[in-house]
Structures are given as structure tokens and as C-alpha cells.
């Protein structure tokens, strides 16, 4: 696949197969519209391409600084292209380019540079200054430019619809196997290891301390996860523990994951990624190290009982 990041590396084509969108989690909704991009390029013997932007322009409209991603761009890029995607423009977005209209936007950006046959796009996209560019303009636009627009419905499970913001609640929330069917691959985040305090070692249960690599990933809530970590070409299962450690009557929040095989000495400063895959139970207050350790052995047995069921799911 071959990314531009400035509009103006583009080369401009012929034609193209297109779509406009954060795709923030590219979650079963968004592989949908992504899916249907690329077997249309395909069957019309052109090159499919999407048109994403980073940061995430909810970010930069809301002015907060701690909008929470589900992914970052990497990893996005990393997902679009091993959905057979051609071509994927990142538009770099900030203040000064979130007050282009839609009609500038649509001509100058996406007729211009990649004069598309068609354009798809979900159901409730909407871009440019604003918001102003939905579905109705693209279709009042459309014998304008000469481009035919196919707009896909919503993709969902038991009359729920998949979206970007039930994903980020429901990983709130600690539903990270929800959230994971609904996304259509695991639930996780590039981290770094760090050194902790060695606590884990004392019980028999040696943790390495993980920090997210970029700051606005999004986290799920406290508690004991089952969960995996990917380093390299190795798959390594554990368990992961979000919270501050009440049992020991610490405050710091910390993010650890004790690995059933595996040395932890090896990784530390190094990135790997972190998938969580179930949550199990919250984080409590134990009454000595001892009750601490028995349940920790209960829950390495039921983690150890699952791994089966997840070995299958590589993404």
C-alpha cells in the first residue's frame, strides 16, 4: 500500500475507487465500507483508496487534549493494508485545515488529485467545515464532477449498530471481548516495559510494567484481564492487572502483565503489544499477600483453561 501524509505528495490519477473517513478502531462497520472500496477498484480495474486523517479531527474541533484513540495511525495503516487497500492519503489535520469547506475539501483534495469513479461512504459520514459535507452533498455534487456514490447503511449485531463511540464505552467499561467482536480484531495497544517495583516476584508472580507509546491511547478500565502480549514473532499469554495495587495500600496507578512463559528481563525498554482479552474480575483489597496469591492461582487456571479458545485469533 502506498501512503502519502502531505496532500500535496499525491500524484494525481486517472481514476479511482474512494472513501473519506477517521476510521477511528476500523471496527466491523468501517471494514465494511473499506471491503466494499477495494472489490469495486478491483472489478473496475482501478486503484481503491482512502482518505483518513490524523490527528483525529475531533481532537483538534473539541480542543481537548485528551481525547482518547482507539488506535493510532500505525496501526491503522497497518489494518487498511492488509484489507487489500491501494492507497491511503493521511491528511495531516489542524486548526487552520479544519476550517476548509466541503465543497473546497471534495474539489480541490479529492476530484483533483484522484478524480474518483465512485466514492463510498458509511451511512453517517460527514466532513469539511462544520460537518457540512454528508451524504445528501455528495450525491447534489456527484453529476458535477462525475462520479457515481454508494452509501452504506449501518452494520450491526442484535439491532446495535457498530460505532466508534460504543467501542470506546465499552472498553471503558472493561467489555473488552465486546468490544473486540465488535472492532473485528483484539482489543490492545503498542506499549513499552518498564521497570516496576518487583512486587510480583516476591508472590511468584513476576510482572513486567507496561506505559501505552502514545499518550492518547485509549484505556480500558481497572481490574484483572486475561490477556496476551505480542514480541516479535512470539505470542506470549498472561495476565494483566490495571489499578493501583490496593492490597498492598499503594495509590499510583500502574499497568502490569505477568506472562505464563516467558523471562520478563527480556523485554524490558523494549515494545510489544498488549491484547486484552477478557476482563475477569475487578481490582479489591486483599486481606494479606497469602489471599492475594490464592486468587491469583485461581486466575491464572481459568486464563490457562481459555488460551485455546483465542490461539486462532492473530489480529
Request: contains cysteine.
Amino acid at each position: 500500500m502506498d501512503v502519502y501524509r502531505r496532500i500535496e505528495d499525491v500524484l494525481v490519477m486517472n481514476e479511482a475507487v474512494l472513501t473519506i473517513g477517521s476510521y477511528d478502531g476500523l471496527h466491523r462497520g468501517h471494514q465494511e465500507v473499506i471491503n466494499r472500496v477495494v472489490t469495486t477498484a478491483k472489478a473496475l480495474n482501478t486503484k481503491s483508496v482512502v482518505v483518513t486523517f490524523d490527528p483525529h479531527p475531533k481532537k483538534i474541533v473539541s480542543g481537548k487534549d485528551n481525547f482518547e484513540l482507539l488506535m493510532h495511525i500505525n496501526k491503522k495503516l497497518e489494518l487498511l493494508d492488509f484489507m487489500g487497500v491501494d492507497i491511503t492519503l493521511v491528511v495531516p489535520f489542524d486548526s487552520g485545515f479544519s476550517s476548509t469547506s466541503a465543497p473546497e475539501f471534495l474539489k480541490s483534495v479529492i476530484v483533483e488529485k484522484f478524480n474518483p469513479a465512485k466514492i463510498i461512504v458509511g451511512y453517517d459520514h460527514r466532513f469539511g467545515h462544520n460537518r457540512e459535507g454528508d451524504g445528501e452533498f455528495l450525491q447534489d455534487q456527484s453529476s458535477n464532477y462525475g462520479y457515481d456514490l454508494e452509501i452504506v447503511s449501518g452494520v450491526g449485531d442484535q439491532d446495535v449498530i457498530y460505532s466508534s463511540s460504543r467501542v470506546r464505552k465499552l472498553i471503558k467499561e472493561g467489555h473488552v471481548q465486546r468490544a473486540s467482536y465488535d472492532l473485528g480484531w483484539v482489543y490492545g495497544f503498542d506499549a513499552t516495559v518498564v521497570h516496576g517495583s518487583g512486587r510480583g516476584h516476591s508472590l511468584d508472580f513476576p510482572t513486567a510494567n507496561f506505559q501505552p507509546k502514545f499518550d492518547e491511547q485509549l484505556l480500558p478500565c481497572t481490574g484483572v484481564y486475561f490477556a496476551r502480549g505480542t514480541f516479535g514473532e512470539t505470542w506470549l499469554y498472561g495476565m494483566a492487572n490495571l489499578g493501583t495495587r490496593p492490597t498492598f495500600d499503594e495509590t499510583d496507578f500502574v499497568m502490569e502483565v505477568h506472562f505464563f512463559d516467558g523471562k520478563i528481563e527480556s523485554l524490558y525498554d523494549q515494545t510489544i503489544e498488549v491484547q486484552f482479552l477478557e476482563r475477569i474480575r475487578n481490582e479489591k483489597k486483599f486481606s494479606s499477600a497469602e489471599k492475594l496469591v490464592q486468587q491469583l492461582r485461581k486466575d491464572k487456571k481459568y486464563c490457562l483453561d481459555r488460551i485455546e479458545v483465542y490461539k486462532q485469533e492473530k489480529r
